[in-house]
């Protein structure tokens, strides 16, 4: 499933769509808030579910090709946030879900 | 040496809109330069972690690197406040981050132990009001 098939079949409210979304593969779901736990153990190809939403997130995402970070339980994300996104080039969207339901939806995609 | 490429970068205080800049830098740069993709991993992890601790723990600083075709050198220099016991930042899950960086998902007590593992050689020079020295090094082959 590529990331563009997710965003759309999930609903999930789109922070930004990077421009690749529609070629990037999903291969797994992947749940963690702690940065450097994330920063090692991020597989590639994941969709991170996660409720740190903030510029740290990203960077995290972007040195771990992570294919797309999805913010849970509608955490915050303001707009600095969803620029850095952009210009990172990261998909990210965002959900009231929690962690657990979001990363499932992800996974019964695949 | 002619193929020595050498990249100096300002981390600056508390400026968590750039942290992860550098070590982005250095990861785009070693995969063009057709650096193995294991190498690069390793670098962007030791590299970040080093970054976010000079951010987070002292007042920002300055990361030299050295990169051969033999292997990539990082120097990560703060005048910070110092580590008072080395052996004890450098166990898992030990960690002093404030609650303000808590908030944003630092402070597992992971990011020395990361650099000592995804780095094939690091000494950490530190003098307390000083700053802190770290120095890694990561082989290309
Ligand atoms: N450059 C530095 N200057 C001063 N103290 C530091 C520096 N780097 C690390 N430390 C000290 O060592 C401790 C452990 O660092 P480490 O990177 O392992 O964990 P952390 O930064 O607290 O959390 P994490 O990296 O998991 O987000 C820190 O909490 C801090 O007390
Ligand atoms: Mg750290």
Same mark, same amino acid.
């Given at each position: 499933?590529? #990331? ?37 153990? #991020? ?27 999805? #913010? ?39 | ?141």
């Amino acid at each position: 499933m590529t #990331v563009k098939e997710f965003a759309e079949q999930s609903g999930f409210r789109i922070i930004n769509l990077a421009d690749n979304a529609g070629e990037v593969l999903i291969r797994q779901a992947y749940c963690c808030d702690l940065l450097s736990i994330a920063m090692t153990k #991020v597989p590639e190809g994941a969709a991170w579910v996660t409720v740190m939403s903030n510029i740290n997130t990203l960077a995290v995402a972007s040195l771990t090709e992570a294919a797309c970070v999805i #913010v849970a339980e509608n955490a915050a994300a303001d707009a600095e946030f969803a620029e850095k996104a952009k210009a990172q080039g990261i998909t990210v969207l965002h959900t009231e879900k929690p962690v657990f339901d979001a990363a499932l939806m992800v996974h019964e995609g695949l | 040496m002619s193929d020595t490429i050498k990249l100096q970068y300002t981390v600056s205080t508390d400026d968590f809109t750039r942290a992860g800049e550098a070590s982005g830098d250095v990861k785009r740069k070693l995969k063009k330069m057709g650096s193995a993709p294991e190498v690069v991993r390793k670098v962007a992890i030791a590299m970040y972690e080093g970054e976010i601790n000079m951010v987070i723990h002292a007042n920002g600083g300055t990361i030299d690197v050295e990169i051969t075709p033999e292997e990539i050198l990082m120097v990560l220099q703060d005048s910070g406040p110092g580590i008072a016991d080395v052996e004890k930042a450098m166990q898992a899950g030990y960690s002093t981050a404030p609650d303000r960086v808590r908030a944003l998902g630092f402070g597992a007590g992971m990011g020395l132990p990361n650099m000592k593992q995804y780095s094939d050689e690091m000494e950490i020079e530190t003098t307390i009001g000083v700053g802190t020295k770290v120095t890694m090094k990561v082989f290309q082959t």
